[in-house]
């Protein structure tokens, strides 16, 4: 239907409270037409026709807001657009209070009345039918139901904020910070964006979930939207945190917030927005464990200097991939791996990195602490343990050991230099590790001995020897030692009942297992191992001889009396042929047997000396 270029007889002054599409229903029903689309409507795009409105046109442009003024005359296709005129919402309770039917009204996310705080309706109560501008009458439905006498809507939630905000920018307020600079068509695409976003996620296309029009729809993205508003950035933190992306191993940031990534820098690209980009950019910063490459190219150039980087960078910036491996072995949260695209992706984080750089750079690990002492790797590891060499800083105790190189280089100069040998008998400290310091107990008191300088150590001018190669006095280490040996406790471990009985420790162990030297699980020396009391050595040594010892008593070969004992049928209680022990044991009581005196008379074997208990 083409509009009429007849004048308008009635010509009403717009309210400033209130609404255009209102103002222009409520001026062709004050000239007799059937609502708006008999004037001012065209039927192709809904677009409006301000002409018949004569020399009142300048006084409506000046009334109402240009961004208006434009969409009524230029519908937008956009989603995310500021004006709502398409459906009628009203508040019954402002009606019956005898009000204009009011512009914030016609905003598209006002879904409440910023007055009274109850969902707007967009109904009639009576018929149900959605209300146009095409009716009849401007508190009436077709119907004739009076809207005035409408039910009121539901109790708005948090939705009823972004409706007073809305209102306070229609008014021409400033909202506070960060939105000061907002006008109200920028407020409302934020609003419009991050509600729809929030309340649609996992959606590929959010914006279009739904027709933002409807009040239900409009409640729903408001809401969202003050959840997101609030105490900023904090509530833009909480909608990034929630949003679905490609999961933990993701290693595209667009992938990872979905269409929200463009739509920060599409739909907000223009300046006023930056507060907005500028927060998801801190997001990423404090969250994002991956590098910021060339392939970012909406985020390169503002966040150069991004924590989380390869280790190429790494490299770059002087640090070696091997030290960097090492510092990520004892710091897991310094480094991050990802799966992707049958890919391994490892980032790390750069400032933990350099800081830890230094301290880590001059660490050796116990096998490299061991070849620098000349010493086995088990007493590197006891002198650790022992507080003698100082171990760097580890997250758990699953990490490997890193020594400290400067308490290496400590004991690598605590012996003296000297042009001759000052005694003869002079021996290396690694010489004497299966002899007087055999026990751990033992060397940790030669390690106090030596570093209080109450036993001296040398080497010879111009030998480049190690701490293991360093020679000391066995008669005063040994006179060091005397008091404080360990004969007399009554517990004692499994290696040291194996030094006592003149057996290895894996004689001993078996001899544990096999029950024949007895021992109970309890704590020494603050460790929790098996130990072996005083009283099981003595027993077991009146119990049982070995085969070896035998023989030598006998003045014949092990093999000799095995093979003599065997043609009595008399097996010994454990050994290579019998349980797999390297060693073969013999019970007294059948040493001492009659017959085994006949036969090993006939060998010229005697029997041994009776023991002392």
Same mark, same amino acid.
Request: aromatic content about 8%; overall charge positive.
């Given at each position: 239907m083409q509009p009429t270029t007849s004048p308008l007889l009635v010509r009403p002054a717009p309210d400033p409270l209130e609404g255009l599409p209102a103002y222009l229903l409520r001026v062709a029903l004050a000239n007799g037409f059937a609502g708006?689309? @008999?004037?001012?409507?065209?039927?192709?795009?809904?677009?409006?026709?301000?002409?018949? !409105? @004569?020399?009142?046109?300048?006084?409506? &442009?000046?009334?109402?807001?240009?961004?208006?003024?434009?969409?009524? /005359?230029?519908?937008?296709?956009?989603?995310?657009?500021?004006?709502?005129?398409?459906?009628?919402?009203?508040?019954?309770?402002?009606?019956?209070?005898?009000? =204009? *039917?009011?512009?914030? *009204?016609?905003?598209?996310?006002?879904?409440?009345?910023?007055?009274?705080?109850?969902?707007?309706?967009?109904?009639?109560?009576?018929? $149900?039918?959605?209300? $146009?501008?095409?009716?009849?009458?401007?508190?009436?439905?077709?119907?004739?139901? %009076? !809207?005035?006498?409408?039910?009121?809507?539901?109790?708005?939630? %948090?939705?009823?904020?972004?409706? /007073? *905000? #809305?209102?306070?920018?229609? %008014?021409?307020?400033?909202?506070?910070?960060?939105?000061?600079?907002? $006008?109200?068509?920028?407020?409302?695409?934020?609003?419009?964006?991050?509600?729809?976003?929030?309340?649609?996620?996992? #959606?590929?296309?959010?914006?279009?979930?739904?027709?933002?029009?409807?009040?239900?729809?409009?409640?729903?993205?408001?809401?969202?939207?003050?959840?997101?508003?609030?105490?900023?950035?904090?509530?833009?933190?909480?909608?990034?945190?929630?949003?679905?992306?490609?999961?933990?191993?993701?290693?595209?940031?667009?992938? /990872?917030?979905?269409?929200?990534?463009?739509?920060?820098?599409?739909?907000?690209?223009?300046?006023?927005?930056?507060? =907005?980009?500028?927060?998801?950019?801190?997001?990423?910063? &404090?969250?994002?464990?991956?590098?910021? $490459?060339?392939?970012?190219?909406?985020?390169?150039?503002?966040? /150069?200097?991004?924590? *989380?980087?390869?280790?190429?960078?790494?490299?770059?910036?002087?640090v070696a991939p091997a030290l960097v491996r090492r510092i990520a072995q004892a710091n897991p949260l310094v480094s991050d791996e990802a799966h992707h695209r049958q890919r391994i992706h490892l980032a790390f984080s750069k400032s933990a990195i350099l800081a830890n750089a230094c301290r880590y750079s001059g660490g050796l690990t116990l096998a490299q602490a061991a070849v620098r002492l000349g010493l086995p790797r088990k007493r590197v590891r006891h002198m650790a343990e022992d507080g003698f060499l100082d171990v760097l800083p580890r997250e758990s105790t699953n990490q490997p050991w890193i020594i400290s190189v400067q308490s290496v280089v400590g004991w690598e100069a605590i012996s003296d230099r000297v042009t001759h040998p000052p005694i003869a008998n002079a021996q290396t400290a690694r010489s004497q590790l299966r002899k007087l310091l055999w026990s751990r107990r033992a060397w940790r008191l030669f390690l106090n001995h030596v570093r209080t300088r109450r036993l001296i150590m040398w080497h010879l001018d111009g030998d480049t020897a190690c701490f293991g190669d360093f020679m000391i006095d066995p008669d005063a280490l040994s006179k060091l030692l005397a008091p404080e040996s360990d004969e007399h406790e009554e517990w004692c471990s499994v290696s040291d009942a194996a030094r006592k009985l003149g057996v290895k420790d894996e004689v001993c162990y078996h001899l544990v297992r096999t029950r024949l030297l007895a021992s109970e699980v309890s704590v020494l020396r603050d460790r929790e191992c098996r130990l072996v009391h005083r009283s099981a050595i003595e027993n077991f040594r009146s119990t049982y001889i070995s085969l070896v010892s035998a023989a030598k008593e006998c003045c014949t070969t092990p093999r000799a009396l095995l093979a003599t004992i065997r043609a009595r049928g008399i097996e010994p209680k454990c050994g290579p042929g019998v349980d797999g022990c390297r060693q073969y044991f013999l019970l007294l009581s059948d040493w001492n047997r009659e017959a085994l005196f006949h036969v090993a008379a006939g060998h010229n074997v005697s029997p041994p000396a009776r023991r002392s208990t």
């Open positions: 708006t689309c @008999g004037i001012f409507r065209r039927s192709a795009r809904r677009a409006c026709d301000l002409a018949p !409105l @004569g020399s009142m046109l300048s006084v409506v &442009q000046a009334t109402f807001p240009s961004s208006l003024l434009s969409e009524s /005359q230029s519908p937008s296709s956009s989603a995310a657009r500021t004006w709502n005129l398409r459906r009628a919402r009203f508040c019954p309770l402002c009606l019956a209070g005898g009000s =204009v *039917w009011k512009r914030e *009204w016609d905003l598209t996310l006002v879904a409440c009345c910023p007055e009274h705080r109850i969902v707007l309706s967009e109904r009639c109560h009576v018929c $149900t039918k959605s209300l $146009t501008w095409f009716r009849l009458g401007l508190t009436r439905c077709d119907c004739g139901a %009076d !809207l005035k006498a409408a039910p009121s809507g539901a109790t708005a939630g %948090d939705e009823h904020v972004i409706a /007073q *905000w #809305m209102k306070n920018l229609l %008014d021409g307020k400033e909202l506070g910070a960060p939105f000061a600079r907002l $006008t109200l068509d920028e407020f409302s695409t934020l609003c419009i964006v991050l509600g729809s976003y929030s309340a649609n996620r996992g #959606m590929k296309k959010p914006l279009r979930s739904a027709a933002i029009t409807n009040v239900g729809e409009a409640v729903m993205i408001a809401r969202h939207a003050a959840m997101a508003l609030d105490d900023w950035p904090n509530g833009l933190y909480r909608l990034l945190e929630t949003i679905p992306g490609a999961g933990p191993d993701n290693t595209e940031i667009s992938k /990872q917030f979905g269409a929200l990534y463009g739509a920060l820098f599409k739909l907000l690209s223009p300046e006023p927005f930056n507060f =907005v980009r500028e927060a998801f950019r801190s997001y990423l910063a &404090q969250t994002w464990r991956r590098p910021i $490459t060339a392939r970012h190219r909406r985020l390169v150039e503002e966040m /150069q200097d991004h924590d *989380w980087v390869s280790g190429r960078v790494l490299k770059e910036c002087g």
